[in-house]
Antibody
Framework: QVHLVESGGGVVQPGRSLRLSCAASQFTFSDYIMYWVRQSPGKGLEWVSFISTDGTNKYYTDSVEGRFTASRDNSRNTLYLHMDNLRPEDTATYYC?????????????WGLGTLVTVSS | ETVMTQSPATLSVSPGETATLSCRASQSVGNNLAWYQQKPGQAPRLLIYGASIRATGIPARFSGSGSGTDFTLTISSLQSEDFAVYYCHQYGNWLMTFGQGTRLDIK
C-alpha cells in the first residue's frame, strides 16, 4: 500500500528554523512531482510548495517564498521542507502529497501530517 | 491560479436524506478533481478522484460527477458519521488549489 509519512513537526519559537521530512513507500518516488500542503487550525487547505521529479524546479506560495526550501532525496525516497524564520502564521499541520497515475486515473495521496506550532 | 468555489458554505440536512455539494472552477480542470471529507483533528480523507471515481473503501452512497468547471458531490442516505467538512481539490495543473470547504451539519 502506498504510504507517505511526515515527521519533524513540533513547537518552535518565532524566527527559528525547522525541517520536515516525508518518507515515501510502495511507489516509484523519483517519478512523481511532490507537494507540501498546510492547514492552519480551523482553516482550509493551502498549497505551500511544489518540487519537480529531479528537484531542479521548485515553486512556493508567496507567503513562504524566501523562507521555505523544498528538497528531495530520490535515493532515500524522502521529501524535505526546510523552514527558516518561522512566523506564528506558519502554525499549521503540514502534509506531503502527490498525484499518482493509477489504471483508473490520477489520484491524490496524502500523508497524515505533522503539526508545526510557532509560538514564544 | 484556478480558483475553486464551493457552495453552500454550510448545508444542514437530516439523517437519511441526500446532500448535494457543489464546486466550481474558474477555468477548466478536466476531470482532475478530488473530494475530501475532514473531521476535527483528522487528515483529509480522499472520497472521490478523477471527478467520479470512488477511492478504495468509500461507500457507494458517495458519488461524484462533473467535468471541466462544474462538479458535484452527492451523499445519499446520510449517516451520522457523514457530518463533517468537505473540500474539493483541483490538480489539473501544478498549481493545485482547494475550495474553501462546505460544512455538512445535522438538521
Amino acid at each position: 500500500q502506498v504510504h507517505l509519512v511526515e515527521s519533524g513537526g513540533g513547537v518552535v519559537q518565532p524566527g527559528r528554523s525547522l525541517r520536515l521530512s516525508c518518507a515515501a513507500s510502495q511507489f516509484t518516488f523519483s517519478d512523481y512531482i511532490m507537494y507540501w500542503v498546510r492547514q492552519s487550525p480551523g482553516k482550509g487547505l493551502e498549497w505551500v510548495s511544489f518540487i519537480s521529479t529531479d528537484g531542479t524546479n521548485k515553486y512556493y506560495t508567496d507567503s513562504v517564498e524566501g523562507r521555505f526550501t523544498a528538497s528531495r532525496d530520490n535515493s532515500r525516497n524522502t521529501l524535505y521542507l526546510h523552514m527558516d524564520n518561522l512566523r506564528p502564521e506558519d502554525t499549521a499541520t503540514y502534509y506531503c502529497m502527490t498525484v499518482l497515475s493509477l489504471d483508473s486515473g490520477n489520484s491524490p495521496i496524502w500523508g497524515l501530517g505533522t503539526l508545526v506550532t510557532v509560538s514564544s | 491560479e484556478t480558483v475553486m468555489t464551493q457552495s453552500p458554505a454550510t448545508l444542514s440536512v437530516s439523517p437519511g436524506e441526500t446532500a448535494t455539494l457543489s464546486c466550481r472552477a474558474s477555468q477548466s480542470v478536466g476531470n482532475n478533481l478530488a473530494w475530501y471529507q475532514q473531521k476535527p483533528g483528522q487528515a483529509p480523507r480522499l472520497l472521490i478522484y478523477g471527478a467520479s471515481i470512488r477511492a478504495t473503501g468509500i461507500p457507494a452512497r458517495f458519488s461524484g460527477s462533473g467535468s471541466g468547471t462544474d462538479f458535484t458531490l452527492t451523499i445519499s442516505s446520510l449517516q451520522s458519521e457523514d457530518f463533517a467538512v468537505y473540500y474539493c481539490h483541483q490538480y489539473g495543473n501544478w498549481l493545485m488549489t482547494f475550495g474553501q470547504g462546505t460544512r455538512l451539519d445535522i438538521k
